[in-house]
Every structure is written in C-alpha cells, then in structure tokens.
C-alpha cells in the first residue's frame, strides 16, 4: 500500500508546454533523461530577463553540466499539476517545454499568514511501476512533514519506497544543522538521514552521530546570493545509485522544497514551531 494522496494527470492540462511528446521518454514509466550526479549544484538563470525571474538551472558538479531546469510557478494559474498552489517544477530537459518530471509546492493556496505556518509540502512524483495510472506522465503525491525536534531544531521528514525493485518503503528525514553541527557558519546546511529504528517519531532526536546514517549533504548559498543557491551531494548509498533513481528524484526534489521554504523563512525553527501548534501536528 503506497501512502500516495492522489493522482494528477498532466493530461487534464492543455497547455502544450506541459505535454509535449519526448523521444527520450520512456514508455514504461516517465523518467528522467539524465540521471543524477552526486554533485548537483542549483544556479540561478540569466540566459534572459524572464528566464531570470521565472527559472534556476539544476546543474551537476560543473556549472557548464546544465541537467534540468527548474520553473517557478507562483500559483497565478491553474497550469500545470500544482494548478493554484505555489511551488516548483521540475521540467524534463533544460527548456520550459519540456515535460514536468517532478513538482513541489504548498499544500493548499492559503492567505499568507496561514501559509507561512504550513508544516505540509506537496511532492509530486512519478508513480511506481506498480501504481495503476491512466497516463504514464500521471504524477502521485507525497507529503514532507515539517517537524521541530526535542533538540530544538528542525526536520522535514517524508517515505518513499526503497531499492531498484522498490519493494520497500521506507522514512527519511532532512535535518536542519545547529551552529555546534556545521562545519561552516556561514551557510545553513541539512542533512539527510535514515532515522534509526528507535526514532519512533519525527520530533525525536539522536543522541550520537553513530546512530544516523548520512545520505545526502545539502548546503545553502548566502541567502543574498542570486547566482549559487545550494550544493547537494549524495553519499554513501545514496551516492551508488543502489536507493532507485525514483528515491534520488524525491531527495531532489525535497531539496528544491527546502530551497523554496527557506526563501520564504519556512526552514525556522520559531515558524515550524508556531506551525505545529496552529496545525494540531
């Protein structure tokens, strides 16, 4: 049983630019056309004046490696799978028309108050091979939980199944480094983890580094910087592609959430806090 929350079909959508046929896709199940470095870097576009406010290219441990692009939509229209909620795409290609691969956004479009104490995020994926969808471009959503821990910091927490076969599935969660964490004080830094199985809860904390098992490394630029946003690198499992390219997709795109979240102050603690409390979570 897949803890998905729905369907959307990028086929109820007529905007050509969402649906264009691709020969790289394939027909099985609508995957990326590169796979994903261990180095990926998050740049902001300048190729143009558009390009610059409504795109950042998703490039691997080269600036010249141009994977993906990445468009904002700012929820002024139903386009795309997102339809009136805020958020990111993650389109197919380097260009706007290419397909969207992936997307992440609010889970409601609320007044900004309420939003800005949203402790849910959407996360749309492509659906295992084992999900039944009309369209192989259909996307199925999971949910990322914003959490502040017992150590009074914060976490995003999401499952996903596990392993080239997918046949498990399993939690994971993005940890918000303190100052006595980070090995640079300048840039915020999270870590993304495999909660042990004593972690019973994501507002649970660990006691030693042992215990954690270390799967991505995601640092932020200086928040003024419009040119280089973050640096994710994979590690360990993570890095030998043995987690499934659809589970290096998710840290991917969770990675671009947290960038969005960050943006808007969603990443502090005091706010995630406020949140939970608003929330009843």
Partial sequence: MHSTES?????????DDVRPASSRMPSAW???YRPFPPVINLYGNFSGVID???????????????????????????????????????RNGTKTNAPILAAAGDEDREPLLMSTFSVKSLIMLPPPPDVEV?????LVTEIMYAKKTSDGTVSFRFSIE???????????????LTGKDKTNTQHARFILVRPPPSSTSASSSYSTQEEIEVLADLTFCNVMSVNHLFVLELK???????????????????????YWLRCYGKTNKAVVGI???LRGK
């Avoid at 369907?7 to 905007?15: A, N, V």
């Avoid at 700012?74 to 958020?87: E, M, Q, V």
């Avoid at 043995?242 to 997709?249: A, K, N, Q």
């Fill in 30 to 32: 609508f995957s990326g």
């Fill in 162 to 176: 596990v392993g080239l076969k997918m046949k498990s599935r399993e939690e994971f969660e993005w940890r918000k």
């Fill in 7 to 15: 369907i959307t079909s990028l086929d109820d959508d007529d905007d």
């Fill in 236 to 258: 360990g499992a993570a890095a030998s592609g043995e987690m499934g390219d659809r589970w290096t997709l998710m840290v991917v795109v969770t990675a671009l959430r947290l």
């Fill in 52 to 90: 610059a406010v409504t795109t950042m290219k998703l490039c691997g441990a080269d600036k010249n490696d141009f994977l993906y692009v990445v468009e904002i939509h700012h929820g002024l229209t139903p386009r795309g799978p997102l339809h009136f909620r805020p958020g990111l795409y993650l």
């Fill in 134 to 138: 009309k369209n192989p471009r259909d």
């Fill in 275 to 277: 949140g939970q409390k």
